[in-house]
């Protein structure tokens, strides 16, 4: 009986030690997430700045299409953001 009790200890330390992360294996620091989120906020602004470029140059162009050449196709409009859901299949 004492030799089964103290086979099912040892079991359980194992288990215990072997469900332990390993040495260096914690997570993400607080600084490598404030690091991160900075990346994302600069990466969201120029976005932004991409789109409000894109926005204008389409405007100029199509301005050029209708003052240059009568009955030209303008360029359509850059697509939203938010793109829309796709359509439902069947009834």
């Known amino acids: 009986m004492r030799n089964l009790g103290i086979l099912l200890i040892a079991v359980i330390a194992l288990m215990v030690i072997g469900c332990q992360p390993p040495e260096g294996m ?5 600084e490598q997430f ?3 989120k900075t990346n994302v906020e600069t990466l969201q602004t120029d976005v932004g ?11 100029i ?3 050029h299409i209708e003052k240059w050449h009568k009955g030209g196709k303008v ?3 850059p697509p939203t953001t938010t793109p829309s859901p796709p359509p439902r299949k069947g009834g």
């Open 61 to 63: 162009y199509n301005g």
């Open 49 to 59: 700045n991409l789109h409000m470029a894109l926005d204008s140059l389409t405007t």
């Open 75 to 77: 360029a359509p409009a």
């Open 34 to 36: 404030d690091e991160l």
């Open 26 to 30: 914690g997570g993400v620091t607080q």
